[in-house]
């Protein structure tokens, strides 16, 4: 983002190429240099005018500038040869806002335009208009690297530029979900591509998997496979993971298959024992064939990985202002107390002192407690039932309660922003049962198995009680939840106590019964 002192630069070099070129053309009323000059005039006022503006993206890009600058220097060069020197204003312009790269290919196109231009327009170049189209193209082009270092160091000043950036992205985004037609969710887009693959492909099974670190994550299934069919997926997307190839790499074994259909996208699946594989398209033709699907997916995968790191910076910058503020604040509140409690009036006071200190102590316990959940994260070598066992380890040691957690996890890993909201959620619930519940034991249960998840939080405590007005976490919990797909029941025990269940289920998504499938137990 080029800055404002950039952009400064370049009006004025475009108000002394004016008028450098307007007084001589007035002077001697050279009516065709003088109609030239005003055409560049209109045009580098509109780029000023809409400069101050930049959020709004009006102005003409460096490249079309050049190109409308040669386009105009080769009408009126035939008058005025010393009309040639606007050549220098585009490539300015170029390594201002944009660095010399562009500024490159402006100059290109600007020479395209005005030799090609005057060819057609005088069939000849003459010995001056040559030398002046060479002289002040380089004229611009040495210029404009001289300056790229001032530019760049603009540039790199900015601390907003980033920010800026980023507010015009946000905008096109913002603008083009109202016009997507199957969302962002990879899930759904997932099954919509499996779909596709079932019309094109008899198969028992399949399932898509994307990278989560070093490994593969399921994220979209048609049928629930065995352990034997769903590790021989599982193993046959690692393969085609491995061959580290774009577009047509795929594999196929026995009765199973696998392809990838965009960089971050392979799909694995099972055919059926009667199956005839030279009866079907290639692999590849077919993933070629799911080009937009790919597009499609790819961009939900993007904006899930935006999503999760955008989540990760609020939780860091609220955990700091917490730590940083509010928990600082309370706890010189303590030690005021502790001053006056060490000389009280009376012994009524004394009382009152220590158990407001008491209190005091605990609200600054259960802040840093909270610093500490927002600060805690699922990283890449950690599973979700291992970052569950750490939180619970550490709330039963701070408060005592014994809290037991039962792991049954698959080596493969969950989305990252399904771990990540799945963690929160039982984070909450784990959080509420010791703080709100009374209970005297926990219960934590991790079930994971790609894409598929169920976690239950039991405690034997007072059961479920009418909400506090303060009170959010139920409500947040729903809200994860819902971004996720995922369904949350909240259920007074039998007995006595609460249970919080948080599942997610893949949608089976099934197509019609392709040519060559021999019954409809297979495609369930």
């Known amino acids: 983002m080029a800055s ?24 001697l009323q050279q009516s065709e240099s003088v109609a030239a000059i005003g055409a560049l005039g209109l045009l580098w006022v509109y780029q000023g005018l809409t400069a101050t503006r930049r959020e709004l993206r009006l102005s003409v890009s460096p490249i079309t500038e050049g190109a409308a600058v040669g386009v105009i220097c080769a009408l009126g060069m035939q008058s005025s040869v010393t009309l040639l020197a606007a050549l220098v204003v585009p490539p300015l312009y170029a390594t201002a806002i944009a660095g010399t ?31 002046g189209i060479f002289v002040w193209t380089v004229t611009g082009v040495g210029l404009s690297l001289i300056a790229s270092y001032t530019f760049a160091d603009h540039r790199s000043a900015d601390p907003v530029a980033p920010y800026r950036d980023a507010q015009q992205h946000l905008r096109q985004l913002l603008d083009l979900a109202g016009g997507l037609s199957s969302g962002l969710d990879v899930g759904a887009i997932g099954g919509e591509l499996l779909s596709q693959v079932s019309d094109r492909i008899p198969n028992r099974g399949l399932v898509l998997y994307v990278p989560h670190g070093e490994k593969l994550t ?46 971050q996208a392979i799909v694995a699946g099972i055919r059926p024992a009667t199956a005839d594989p030279g009866a079907t398209p290639a692999l590849d033709r077919v993933g070629r064939d799911l080009s937009d699907s790919a597009v499609k997916l790819d961009a939900a995968l993007l904006f899930a990985e935006f999503r999760t790191a955008a989540t990760a910076d609020e939780r ?10 509010v928990a600082q ?13 060490a000389r009280p009036a009376d012994e009524q006071q004394a009382k009152a002192l220590a158990m407001l200190r008491e209190r005091v102590s ?26 569950i066992s750490g939180v619970a380890r550490h709330l039963s040691e701070s408060s005592g309660i014994p809290i037991r957690v039962r792991l049954d996890e698959q080596p493969a890993r969950l989305r990252p922003e399904v771990e990540a909201e799945l963690f929160r959620i039982t984070q909450e619930a784990i959080n509420n049962a010791v703080k709100h519940a009374r209970a005297t034991a926990i219960d934590v249960r991790c079930q994971v198995y790609p894409p598929e998840a169920v976690i239950t939080v039991t405690d034997d405590g007072v059961g479920l009680q ?50 060559g499938s021999n019954s409809t137990e297979e495609k369930r």
Not at 316 to 325: T, V, Y
Not at 329 to 341: E, K, Q, R, V
Not at 486 to 513: F, I, Q, W
């Open 329 to 341: 604040d309370i706890a010189s509140l303590g030690y005021i107390i502790d001053a006056l409690a």
């Open 466 to 515: 009418t909400a506090r007005s303060d009170s959010h976490g139920l409500k947040i919990m729903r809200e994860r939840a819902r971004l996720i797909g995922a369904e949350l029941v909240v259920r007074d025990n039998a007995s006595r106590g609460l249970t919080v269940a948080v599942s997610v289920k893949t949608p089976r998504h099934t197509a019609r019964a392709p040519a």
């Open 362 to 387: 605990k609200v600054v316990a259960e802040v840093r407690q909270s610093v500490m959940n927002l600060r805690t994260s699922i990283g890449e070598n950690e599973s979700l039932g291992a970052a």
């Open 316 to 325: 860091n910058r609220l955990a700091r202002e917490m730590h940083d503020g």
């Open 101 to 131: 790269q562009v500024m490159v290919r402006t100059v290109a196109v600007q020479l395209i335009s005005v030799i090609a231009l005057a060819l057609m327009w005088a069939q000849e170049l003459t010995p001056d208009q040559s030398v």
């Open 218 to 263: 399921p994220v979209a299934s048609t049928v629930e496979l065995d352990a034997v069919d769903a590790a021989a997926c599982a193993v046959l997307a690692g393969e085609v993971r491995a061959l580290d190839v774009r577009g047509d790499a795929h594999i196929e074994v026995g009765q199973g298959f696998a392809f990838r259909v965009s960089d």
């Open 4 to 27: 404002n002192q950039s952009f400064a630069v370049v009006a004025a070099a475009r108000l002394f190429a004016l008028l450098a070129l307007g007084a001589p053309a007035l002077w």
